[in-house]
Structures are given as C-alpha cells and as structure tokens.
C-alpha cells in the first residue's frame, strides 16, 4: 500500500508506467496520495496493459469527472481487474455515469465502490441500464450511499439476478483440486514434510503415522495453509462460474431450445422436482411432448420460455430454478450474500490439495492399494543419511525403487516429486546422492520429475531448507496436469455438498438408496452420470468409491479418514503403534498377540477395536477388498499383512513336485498381490468346508494347505524376483489348481490393481530344471497343464467375491 503517501500527480506516473511491465502485483493502494486527472489519466492507460492487477483503490483523491471518461475507457479493455474503489475522488456524476457506460461490457469487475455527490435518479439510473444491457457481467457487489435506496433496491436485484443466472446454468468449470499422496519409507520425515508445506512448525516428538493421514491443504497465491471440508463447495463453484466470460446474449438464443427446458415431475412424496434437460446437439431447435426419464414418461409443459424469460422471471427466488425446491442450489439462492462471495472471489483461484499422508510401515502397504489413486501427485520422501551409510544404503535403495514402481504400476502417467529428507545433514554431498540415486533409476520412469539436483528435491524440516522450491515444484505439477482440466457442472457439485454434509453423521452411504436420491434431488438423473460424478470424486479424494464389482459400487465411503482409521485399527504395526498389553484390561491380551503373531483376528477383538463402528459392514469390505478371510467359522478371521517376516523352511520333497513360476517382472509384484492370493486360497476352502486347520501354514510371504486329500500346495512369494511359486505334490489335480490360482492371480488383478499387472506362468516337471511355458508344455502334451484364455478370466472376474469362488 502506498496511501498517503503524498505521490500526487508525478509519483503516480512513475508507478502506471511500472505498471504497464509489471507481471506480479495483485493489489494497489494509492488512497489519499493528492492525485488529479493527469495521474488517474496514466493509471487508467497502464489497466489497458497490465493483466494481474486485480484490486485498485483510488479514494481520497482529487481525480476530476474528466477521470470517469479514463477509467472507463480502460474498463472496456481490461480483462482482470476486479474491485474498483473510487471514494471521495470528485469525479462527479458525469464520471460515474462515464463509468457506467463500461458496465454494460465489461465482464470481470466484481465489485465497485462510489461515493462522492448525491445523484439523482435520472443521473443514477444509468447505472442500472448498463447492468441491465450487459447479460456477461460479474458484478455482485456495488458499494454506494450517493444513490436513492429504491435504486439501489433496483441495482441490487440487478447484481443478484447475476448470481441466480449462474447457479442455473448449464456451464462447467474445472475445480482446482488434486489429490497429493506422500510415500516412502517409515520414519522418512513424511509428516514433518507435510507439516512444512502447511507453514506448521517442526515436531521432532511427532508419531509415527497410522494407516494414512488425510487433511485439506489449500494454496492462495503463495501461502500455504490447512483447512476443514466444507459443504459450500456449489457456493464456490458458482463463483468461479461467475468470473468466467459468460456466453452473450445472441449465443444463448443460439443455443439448443432443449437446453433451456424446465419441467416439473411429481415424486412419491408429492413435492415437484424441477429438472432440466442438457443437450450437446448443434444448435438445432425442436419440440417435444414427452421425455423418458429412467423409464417414466414426462410431460413436458405447453410452451418453451424465452431467454428473457429464462433470465427475467423471479430472479430472486426459485420458481423458475432448474434444482427444485429444496435443492441445495435454490438454498444458496435464498441465502445470498454478496460479503461471502466478494471473500469467495479471491480463494476460487486457490489450488486445493487433498492431502494423503502414508504411514511408512510395511504392514501398511497391502492397505494402501485401496486409496493410490491413477491421477495425482506423488511425493516419495527417502532419508538422504540413509544412501549414504553403508549398512542401510541398499535397503534404502529397495524402498525408493519398491515405490517408484507400485506408482508406475497405479499411476503410470502421475508426476512423482523424489524428496530426500533431512538435507542439512548432508550437505555438500547432494552431487554424490544424485549419482547414486542415477545408478539405479536411470531413465526407468519417466513420471519422475527432474529438480535442480536432477533426480531429487532436498529439504530438511528443521530449518525449511529447500521448502520453497518444493511447493513450487508441486503447485506447477498441479497447473500442468490434465486431470486438473476435466470439467463439472454446478449440479455435481450440489450433489458434492450434500454428500459432505451426510458425512458429518455417515461415514458412508448407500448408492441405490441415498446417493441416487440426492443426485435426483439435484436434477442428475442417469445412472451413468452419477457414476462419473462419483469416480471423479473419488480420485480428487473427497470420498472413497470403489467400482471393481457391483457390491463394492454400492457403498461410497463419505469420510475418507473414517475408513482409514477403521482398517488400521486392524491392520498396524505392533512395535510402533499398539500392544497387545493395551488390551490388558478388557481381557483380550492372549488374542491381540495371537493376531500379531499368527494373523488370526478373533470376532471378540474386532467387537473391542471397533466398539460402537458397524462391525458387519468394515468385516464385509475387508473380506471383500481381500485384506482378511474366514478362518474358524464364526469365531476368527485371518489378516495375512500382520503376518511378521520369517524364514521360510522349505519342505524337504519339493523336488518331487511340480513347479509353477507366476513371473511379474514385464510389470512389478506389487506388496498385496501375494497375501490376498492367500486370503481368496483360504476363502476358498473354508466356503468349500476343507479348510484343515492342522494342515495349513501362513507366513508373511509363504503359505502351505492340502487343498485335497493327497494333494499339498505350497505358496512361495519371492520379491527379489517378482515372482509367485507354487510347488504341488502330485499330477492329478494340477490342472484345476492352476486353473484356481491363475484366477485368482487375475482377480487381485481386476479388483485391486485397477488390471495393471501383467505376468507369464511357466511350468518345471519333478525333477527337471527347466522351466517350460505353458504353450509349450501343451506342445508336447506335458499331462495335467491348463493354459488360461481371456474368456475365462473375464468370466470369472467380473463378478462379486462369493460369486467368484462359487464358480471356481
């Protein structure tokens, strides 16, 4: 601000003549500064060039009604300004009525401020004619007392009617929102980092996070803060809409006659719905009588209205509204504020981060598949101590390329931001850590986006080294990213509001039986669309929506952090999170370290861990999503990923078995794939009632049960090869299992990887030592080989989990 500074006429020439180069300055002040017409005369030229000012205060001057002849004329050309302060300038009534000649074309000013002389009506009413003529304005908000209060009624009807025609139109925008998930190992400084994004100090005593933690980050123009989901979501949009260039009034004429028509259909609780119907057709117009709607014939009324009647009728309540009357757009209408979309108009330009921060444990990462999503940015924080010291190097490089490739394989076209932390201890050796993060990563995935250190970012959470570049580096991999582009309409994101608004009291909803209804309730009608509405929320992370098989697409989880929490109540680190001690008191301490040990999960512990949750439902999706499975009936359940790491002790006879290499290295074995292969082999023969207890054996990356009399399976998971073995005694059912197995294989697959990983079976005859692949072993008529078609994996896969064993 540089009020009262006493600049006048000579200071002010010098700042329009920066003005017209400058490319950064949002706000200018100059207030009281004793300025006349040959100072607003170069301001007004310099708004004809600059394209960023988007506030001007010139009050308190002496600018002349000659001034009003500039400021309009700039008005007419500038495309970014949007409030206007001219208070107590002396431009008089021929200044203002100058200035109102720009409101009947300009289409961004939101805001204007007079008050100098009392005007006549005859002399004010110019003012209301502009906004009138000019359809495309933005103003909502005209700050005056120099004016009758009829007129500034009038003038305020006028601006309010802008908003209504926005919140019923058929417009789209995008949301600058993206999800932003941080990755890596535990104990990486994944928090801090996202604690120093935030502008939050540095905690060195902060836990180890549990699951995942999710929060809202919000970036305005540079500065970086948290913030709750809100229901005003629709509010917002319909600002945003409003800075937009609205179409003229000759292209709404142009515009299909069936994109303007408004019904009203009679529902069971006999309250009118009001819809309307949406058309990409070129222009051409036509009648109709009736429309089918979901199968139900609907009338549609005698007469198509006018543009002017669609403008002009009730502007101020929702007669004519396109939501019906208790959508929550028709709400919005009746409570109009034009405080809170002036303070809107500057956060719709903020970029929204859905903020997803994974805990670093490997009893994690099985969860984790669930909640990556394919669009995104990705943060993979490593601790740069850790390349260089000799004993944890190696494993610190497993960790990064494990990472980089469950990205590539969920994500194949995401931006991945490579963060290595706790920079200030390594200073000086950022060349040494980049040549060995080259010798491993080379050019294997091109997502990685490259920083001034070529393959990494560093930065240390203690003194905010390094934090600046970073945010930058995101908030451009966030303006650049496609995704960010896909456009919505106003009543997907009614439907948003009201979603959030149920989560405050439902962590999840029904889709047939609540979110259709909602979505009805907004004028979305097709089933199709309410999907598309639903993945895309999804995927901006503001609900959970999983679409693999029909029974999941019917539960959106509306509270993301909900569900998180749920499953980690289950899924956790003993030696980080909770001991079995903790459940000392309730008597369940020989359980608890029984699930930790075993990965058998009593119902008695679940009923403690989620005391007042709907039980039935979280042990359903966690069935359903292949993160537990039956083990005694009605009494436990089997977790694999709390399965602790040991040594696999071989059979001794493994040489008198059949070999069967499930080989993943075209794509990557990702952690889940094995131990849900696990739990869908113990589903199986617990529905089949073979489940032997005493003849079963579960470890973290193994597993052996007699799937039938004489027939003992082995399962070997091996991540330093990608690859699954499986050793079988005996020919005689080889075939049916490998045909079992590869569809299960397939099944994680479809329901989990999003179809992404792809793998070569091959077969090696007791006793040999070659591997054959199957076409092969079929070529010379090996006995006992089935080679998998398409069909059969579509066939199977396609369908719920119980559906899925019945037909195996």
């Given amino acids: 601000t540089l009020s009262g500074n006493k600049i006048k006429d000579v200071g002010t020439k010098a700042i329009a003549a920066a003005l017209k180069k400058n490319e950064t300055l949002l706000v200018l002040n100059i207030h009281f500064n004793m300025i006349r017409l040959d100072g607003a005369r170069a301001i007004a030229s310099s708004l004809k060039v600059n394209k960023t000012l988007e506030t001007l205060i010139v009050t308190d001057n002496e600018l002349g009604k000659e001034s009003g002849v500039e400021f309009s004329q700039a008005l007419m050309e500038n495309n970014t300004l949007r409030n206007l302060r001219i208070l107590f300038s002396n431009i008089g009534a021929e200044g203002i009525q100058e200035i109102a000649k720009a409101l009947s074309v300009n289409s961004t000013l939101n805001s204007l401020g007079y008050c100098d002389m009392v005007l006549k009506d005859n002399e004010a009413s110019i003012l209301k004619d502009a906004l009138e003529r000019n359809p495309n304005s933005s103003l909502i908000d005209f700050k005056t007392n120099c004016i009758s209060p009829t007129l500034q009624d009038e003038i305020h009807t006028l601006v309010r009617k802008n908003f209504h025609r926005t919140l019923n139109s058929d417009r789209k925008a995008e949301i600058k929102r993206i999800r932003l998930m941080i990755v890596g190992q535990g104990k990486a400084g994944k928090s801090a980092t996202v604690r120093s994004l935030l502008g939050k100090s540095f905690n060195p005593n902060w836990d180890s996070t549990v699951g995942a933690d999710v929060q809202e980050g919000v970036v305005l123009k540079n500065l970086w803060t ?296 907004v004028g979305i009608l097709k089933q199709s669309e309410i999907i598309e509405a639903m993945s895309f929320f999804h995927e901006r992370g503001f609900v959970i929506y999983l679409d693999s098989t029909a029974i999941l697409s019917e539960i959106i989880v509306t509270n993301p952090q909900w569900l998180v929490d749920m499953l980690s109540k289950v899924i956790r680190d003993d030696s980080f999170h909770i001991t079995a001690g903790d459940f000392k008191q309730s008597g369940l301490e020989a359980e608890a370290k029984r699930a930790f040990s075993t990965g058998e999960v009593s119902l008695d512990l679940l009923e403690e861990v989620w005391k007042g949750q709907p039980i039935d439902f979280l042990i359903d999706l966690m069935k359903r999503t292949m993160l537990m499975s039956e083990w005694r009936k009605g009494n436990s359940y089997l977790v694999p990923s709390l399965l602790r790491r040991g040594k696999y002790k071989a059979p001794s006879d493994l040489e008198y078995c059949n070999c069967l290499k499930f080989d993943f290295t075209e794509t990557f074995l990702a952690f889940g794939v094995f131990q849900r292969v696990v739990c869908l082999c113990v589903e199986y023969l617990f529905q089949k009632s073979k489940l032997d207890e005493h003849e079963i054996e579960v470890g973290p990356d193994f597993a052996s049960f007699l799937f039938e009399k004489d027939f003992k399976v082995h399962l070997l998971n091996e991540q330093s090869s990608q690859c699954i073995f499986v050793y079988a005694q005996g020919p005689k059912l080889f075939s049916t299992f490998l045909k079992i197995l590869h569809s299960m294989i397939s099944k994680v697959n479809a329901d989990v990887m999003h179809g992404k990983l792809k793998w070569t079976v091959q077969l090696r005859r007791i006793k040999e030592t070659e591997f054959l692949s199957l076409d092969i072993a079929r070529s010379q008529q090996v006995p006992g080989v089935y080679v998998p078609t398409f069909e059969d994996q579509e066939r199977l896969v396609a369908v719920d989990l119980d559906s899925f064993l019945e037909g195996l």
Avoid at 309 to 330: A, K, W
Avoid at 494 to 518: A, G, H, R, T
Wanted: aromatic share 10%; hydrophobic share 40%; proline share 3%.
């Fill in 226 to 521: 948290r913030q709750k989901l809100q229901s005003d979501q629709a509010a917002r949009f319909a600002v945003r809409l409003m800075k937009q260039k609205l179409p003229t009034r000759n292209a709404q004429k142009n515009r299909s006659a069936k994109s303007r028509l408004t019904w009203k259909r009679s529902h069971t609780d006999e309250r009118s719905q009001s819809l309307i119907n949406t058309d990409s057709a070129k222009g051409e117009t036509f009648a109709v009588d009736t429309v089918e709607i979901e199968g139900e014939n609907v009338s549609l009324p005698p007469s198509v209205p006018s543009d002017e009647e669609y403008i002009e009728r009730d502007p101020l309540l929702n007669t004519f509204s396109v939501f019906g009357d208790n959508g929550s757009v028709s709400e919005l209408e009746r409570q109009y504020d034009s405080d809170f979309i002036l303070q809107t108009t500057d956060a719709v330009d903020a970029l929204t981060l859905s903020i997803w921060d994974f805990g670093g444990q490997e009893v994690f990462y099985t969860m984790h598949h669930i909640f990556l999503t394919s669009s995104g940015i990705y943060l993979l924080a490593f601790d740069s101590r850790s390349l260089l010291d000799p004993v944890a190097s190696e494993d610190a490089k497993q960790y990064i390329l494990f990472w980089l490739r469950s990205i590539s394989l969920h994500a194949p076209n995401a931006s991945i931001l490579l963060v290595g932390t706790f920079a200030a201890d390594v200073k000086g050796n950022f060349a040494v850590l980049d040549k060995i993060l080259n010798s491993f990563i080379k050019d294997r995935f091109p997502q990685l986006l490259r920083s001034s250190c070529d393959y990494f970012f560093p930065i240390d959470n203690k003194d905010l080294l390094g934090i600046a570049d970073l945010r930058l580096a995101i908030k451009n991999c966030a303006v650049t990213d496609s995704a960010l582009k896909q456009e919505v309409s106003m009543r997907w994101m009614s439907l948003l509001d009201s979603i959030i608004e149920k989560s405050k009291d439902q962590p999840y909803l029904s889709f047939s039986n609540q979110v259709c209804n909602m979505a009805a309730d």
